[in-house]
């Protein structure tokens, strides 16, 4: 039996599980209040202030570090890497303290698994991290030289989400053609071939389908005008594009349990919501076309695929492409746990972060422009 903590860290929460195998035997979600993390002036600084709830948690539930055969958590921000499961090492700790790469909670929580680990025999893993990049060539152009698009979006509810579509249904991962949603705080859409997610929505930075706080895909030239209008800074401008975009920027609200009450009767509400599942269609046909329409399922998952108005509006305009099967909630401890189960029993690979992440350079620059010229 493999014993396994897991960690997943928000801006305003850790939450924590502890697995023996696959089972799930002790779970709890710590909320820190603003009132505790204001004395910090980066979450990258809360690591103790982290460290000391999970070895609570530990403690009440009579969880003995030195029988872990593994911590994992999400993985953070570094260079470009395919997905799979990594070993948390210095290099990687490095790359995601610099900022180069993004920065989030889940930063820290790979630094929380290296120096819990490193008091214990566990093995310090990631599974899937968000800069997991698969990309084929043609996905990189953007339209101009001087950006280049980028694989950023929910790979680990992404990938664990089409394996277990594969694993529920005796097939093989690497056998199929997916279109994955995923809809959550925010929306990203991306093509599963053979195994890899070759293209996807960087919702993050402007990208797919406008969420419930993130602004999508916007015209370009209207927001060049209103970037250079003088009326809004450097930080409205982003706040726009993630956190104060999308259903919040239209109506105040981001809760789309509560929107979808308020547009029972409220016009506004119901136009907004509509729209949003609208362009999250498009985004589905879109990336059906680049597995030439040759789709084995549909699959939508996150909080808001428990909204079954939602699923069944996405399943009249694309269930047409192919079958829909939907997977609500988040997953992502369970995508975690699982990652790292498979990685101790040898079933997956346990990969060695600094040569891919060196590998994941190489293909990226690959296609920049001007290309590297050619070696005879």
């Known amino acids: 039996m493999h014993k396994i903590l897991v960690l997943n860290l928000g801006s305003t929460s850790t939450k924590l599980s502890y697995y023996e195998d696959d089972k799930s035997v002790f779970k709890t979600n710590i909320e820190h209040p603003v009132s505790e993390t204001r004395a910090f002036k980066s979450f990258m600084d809360q690591d103790q202030y982290r460290i000391d709830y999970i070895k609570k948690f530990m403690e009440e539930n009579d969880i003995k570090p030195e029988e872990l055969d593994a911590i994992v958590s999400r993985g953070g921000h570094t260079k470009p890497l395919v997905g799979g499961v ?48 698969e990309f084929e060539p043609l996905a990189r152009l953007s339209g101009h030289p001087l950006i280049n698009r980028r694989s ?49 929505d960087n919702g993050l930075e402007g990208d797919g389908a406008f969420s419930t706080n993130r602004s999508g895909a916007l015209p370009v030239g209207d927001l060049v ?13 982003h706040k726009m594009i993630n956190g104060e975009g999308g259903l919040y920027a239209y109506l105040g609200e981001s809760d789309v349990k509560s929107i979808a009450e308020t547009a029972k009767t409220d016009q506004k509400a119901r136009v907004c919501l509509d729209a949003m599942v609208y362009q999250t269609c498009k985004a589905i046909g879109a990336q059906s076309a680049v597995l030439k329409g040759k789709v084995d399922a ?23 492409i192919a079958p829909i099967v939907v997977y609500p909630g988040e997953n992502e ?14 079933k997956a690979e346990i990969k060695d972060f600094v040569a891919c992440a060196n590998e994941g350079e190489k293909q990226e620059n690959s296609y920049k422009f001007p290309f590297p010229p050619k070696t005879t």
Request: proline letters at 4%.
């Open 225 to 237: 005008r209103l970037c250079f209008s003088g009326k809004y800074s450097y930080e409205q401008i």
């Open 86 to 133: 990594y070993k948390v090492c210095p290099e990687m700790l490095e790359q995601q303290a610099s900022g180069l790469y993004g920065l989030h909670p889940c930063d820290l929580g790979s630094k929380i698994a290296y120096e819990l680990a490193s008091q214990c025999k566990a093995i310090p893993l990631i599974v899937d991290p968000p800069i997991t990049d």
């Open 152 to 200: 950023s979006f929910h790979a680990l509810s992404h990938k664990a989400t089409a394996k277990r579509y594969a694993r529920e249904n005796n097939l093989r991962y690497e056998d199929l053609n997916l279109v994955v949603v995923h809809m959550g705080g925010g929306i990203s859409v991306a093509p599963h071939k053979k195994g890899r997610m070759v293209d996807g």
């Open 298 to 320: 549909i699959l939508i998952t996150g909080g808001i695929a428990y909204n079954k108005e939602i699923v069944e509006t996405i399943r009249d305009h694309c269930g047409f």
């Open 333 to 346: 401890m369970e995508s975690l746990a699982r990652g790292a189960l498979e990685g101790l029993q040898g």
